[in-house]
C-alpha cells in the first residue's frame, strides 16, 4: 500500500483556486436563466393577451423555481394578469367598435348632409337658372313688342303723312273751281226776263247734249239731292266760304246727301226734268245759302270765263 504523503499546502491551495469561481459561476448562470425564463413566460403572457389568445404553450425544460405551475405553463399572478390582459383587450376591442360604428353613423350622416346640401344647392340653382331665363325671356318679348308696336306706329305715321302729302299734291294738282259742264253753250243768263220763267232768271242755264256729266264747281258736301218741282232733280253743294251751288234740270243723281266731293266731281247728268225746253243744268250762286246771285262774274272772280 502507498505511502500517501500530504502536498505541501501551497500547492493545496493553488490547486483548489480555479475550482471556486467555476462553482460560482455556475451558480450565478442558473439564476440568471431562471430570471430571463420568467422574463419570456411574462412577456409571452402579454403577447398572447394583446393577441387573445387562451393558452399559452409554452414551459420550461430547466427544472426549478422557474417552472410554471398549472397547464398554461403560467402561475397565479401572470394567469391573473393574462386574464385582466383580456378582458381590457375585449372591453377595448368593443370600445374601439363602438367608436368605429359611431364614426361610420356620424361620416354616413355628414355625407348625407352633404349630399343633401349639394342637392339642394343644385336645385336653387337651376331654379334661379330658370327664373333668370324666365325673366329674359319675358324682357326679351316685351322689348320685341314694343318695337313691332313703335314699328307700327311710325308704318302708321309714314303712312298717313304719305296720304296726306299724295292729297296735297292731289289737291294743289286739282283745280280750284271748274265749269259746270263741257261741250255746252250758253242759253240764259241771269236776272234775263222772259215768258218761260215766273219771274227773271236766276242763274246761268248751260246747254249741254243728254247725259253730259254734270261737275260740282268747287270742293264742298253735298246738303241736298232730291226733286224740287220746276227744277227738277236738284243737287245742291255747300262750300267751305259758305257759298252753296245749284245744279237743276238734271236726269239723274251721282251723289248721296253727306258726300263729300272735290272739284270737278260728278254729281249728275244733263236732262229735262223739271221746267224746261230742252236739255241744260240751270246754275245757280248763293252766297251763305241765300238768295242767288249772278254767277257769271263770281266764276270769272275764280278764273273762269263761261
Known sequence: ??????????????????????????????????????????LTAALAAAAGTTTVGLSSSATGPANASGSTGLNPSQADALTAARIDRRDLGSRDASRIDLSLAATRKAAAETAAKQRAARLAANATLTQRRSLALAAAKAAAAKKAAANAKALAAAKKEALAKAA??????????????????????????????????????????????????????????????????????????????SYSHMSEFDVSVGDSVEAGTMVGRIGMTGNTTGPHVHFEVLPDGGSPIDPEPWLRKHGLNP
Open 168 to 245: 296735297a299734291l292731289k289737291a294743289a294738282a286739282a283745280p280750284k273751281v271748274v265749269l259746270p259742264t263741257t261741250g255746252y253753250h250758253l242759253t240764259a243768263r241771269f236776272n234775263q226776263a222772259g215768258g218761260r220763267w215766273a219771274h227773271n232768271h236766276t242763274g246761268l242755264d248751260f246747254a249741254a247734249p243728254m247725259g253730259t256729266p254734270v261737275r260740282s264747281v268747287m270742293a264742298g258736301e253735298v246738303i241736298q239731292a232730291d226733286f224740287e218741282g220746276a227744277y227738277g232733280r236738284q243737287v245742291k253743294v255747300r262750300h267751305a266760304d259758305g257759298t252753296v251751288t
Open 1 to 42: 500500500m502507498p505511502t500517501h504523503q500530504d502536498a505541501p499546502e501551497t500547492d493545496r491551495q493553488a490547486s483548489r483556486r480555479p475550482a471556486a469561481p467555476r462553482r460560482v459561476a455556475k451558480h450565478r448562470s442558473s439564476r440568471r436563466n431562471a430570471n430571463r425564463r420568467t422574463q419570456l413566460i411574462g
